[in-house]
């Protein structure tokens, strides 16, 4: 067996969103939910080893990243992934430049590149500013992230506070002339002592020629977008046959339920959608903060509800609420709470008969599957944009559960409506 690509991400759906984009370009994945202590499974071209490392402190989530590259490599991956959300979230002195830095002194390369846009989902890069459809970063939703607030849209900037060397710029001037350019471009910052290059990219034709351009580097960093351009590469090298099924899931069954922790702007409106039209049930920091019995008053709730269809249970707020909160609780209490109790209430709707789940949120992900003992995920069809579902293959040979792992900011705002349609 011979894996081709080595992925590490740093948080679950964004684990689920990469591993997505690859399925759908014809390669054979697995998601593994953190670092494993198995071999990998057979006939498979790509693996995604999704970690909760995103908001670690720094020197664990180096530590995490490096375990993982270590099974990957001892896998026999030909090239290597290091995945972050296509918002760049982080703080300064955040992860993505220190687990950038490590990968690459491990794998003993002096270059790589960052490039989190997603053109599908509305995140470009321009002259080094990433956007969210038409707005800087830093005026966006996410100037309010509880966790990683991004205030700055300078990818330059936010990485160079990250990271010990320079970091350089691969304009649209280069982009737009193609892969050839772009490796140029490398070239010649690799000879100005620049480690790092932040790539332009405002379509999709334009991660595949960055993504052609990547083809001999052993690290690459980015969103899951440039995952469009590397398929291609090993077939370039007969290394590769496209394989049509690869989105192929086995059935689930089952009742059917949706939990929400995420705070972002597309998950309040979704939340806000699926409240119009079906059951719901409001988890409160402050209650749980109180001692409130609010994971058995869910669970109560769900149990006269969830036979009539899908049920909603959720944790989403506006901006102000959150900070209110967090400013009677500390941040870090206040979002333990709200996971701890959605991964106890995940665990009872399953025992209950819920066989198909979409989590919102990259958090709450996290805390859910760990919760349920999902060890892996086989990806299958997409429901939008860096959203497939999968089902999880967990400890103790359960039945199936087909997972959808939405990061907070993805989909539509029918997204909780229509994923159910995707299932076979």
Do not use: H, Q, Y
């Given at each position: 067996m011979t894996v081709l690509l080595g992925c590490?991400?740093?948080?679950?759906t964004g684990?689920?969103?990469?591993?997505?984009?690859?399925?759908?370009?014809?390669m054979r994945t697995v998601q593994l939910i953190?670092?494993?202590?198995?071999?990998?499974?057979d006939d498979i071209d790509a693996v995604v080893i999704a970690l909760k490392s995103r908001t670690n402190p720094a020197a664990d989530a180096v530590a995490e990243s490096l375990a993982a590259l270590r099974y990957l490599q001892e896998a026999g991956c030909k090239q290597f992934y290091f995945k972050y959300c296509s918002t760049f979230d982080s703080t300064p002195t955040g992860n993505i430049g220190p687990v950038a830095e490590a990968l690459m002194q491990a794998l003993e390369t002096d270059f790589t590149i960052a490039c989190p846009a997603f053109p599908a989902n509305g995140r470009t890069i321009y002259k080094g500013y990433l956007f969210v459809g038409n707005e800087l970063l830093s005026e966006s939703g996410m100037r309010n992230h509880p966790l990683t607030p991004m205030t700055d849209a300078s990818l330059v900037r936010v990485l160079q506070q990250q990271v010990s060397s320079p970091v350089g710029l691969a304009d649209y001037t280069v982009v737009e002339q193609g892969a050839a350019a772009i490796s140029e471009r490398f070239a010649a910052l690799r000879a100005q002592g620049?480690?790092?290059?932040?790539v332009d990219a405002v379509s999709n034709q334009d991660l595949e020629a960055i993504g052609e351009a990547c083809a001999d580097l052993p690290l690459i960093t980015?969103?899951?977008?440039?995952?469009?351009?590397?398929?291609?590469?090993f077939r370039r090298r007969g290394l590769l046959k496209r394989d049509d099924a690869a989105d192929r899931l086995p059935a689930t069954g089952g009742l059917r339920a949706v939990i929400a922790g995420s705070c972002s702007v597309a998950t309040q409106r979704q939340v806000a959608v699926m409240r119009e039209q079906a059951p719901s049930f409001h988890v409160d920091a402050l209650e749980l903060a109180r001692g409130v019995e609010v994971v058995a008053a869910a669970l109560d709730w769900a149990r006269e509800h969830i036979e009539q269809g899908p049920v909603l249970v959720y944790a989403t707020s506006t901006p102000e609420t959150v900070r209110a909160v967090q400013t009677q609780l500390g941040v870090e209490r206040a979002g333990l709470l709200v996971e701890e109790a959605l991964a106890a209430i995940a665990q009872g709707l399953v025992r209950m008969g819920v066989g198909q789940l979409i989590v919102a949120g990259g958090e709450t992900s996290g805390a859910?599957?760990?919760a349920l003992g999902v060890t892996g995920l086989h990806i299958g069809p997409e429901i939008d944009p860096g959203v497939p579902w999968t089902v999880g293959l967990q400890a103790g040979g359960t039945s199936p559960l087909a997972?959808?792992?939405?990061?907070?900011?993805?989909?539509s705002e029918d997204f909780f409506l229509k994923a159910w349609s995707r299932l076979s």
């Open positions: 590490i991400a740093d948080d679950f684990g689920t969103d990469l591993a997505g984009m690859l399925v759908k370009a014809g953190g670092v494993p202590t198995e071999p990998l499974p620049c480690r790092f290059a932040i980015g969103g899951s977008g440039i995952a469009l351009g590397l398929p291609e590469n859910v599957v760990k997972l959808a792992l939405k990061s907070g900011n993805f989909g």
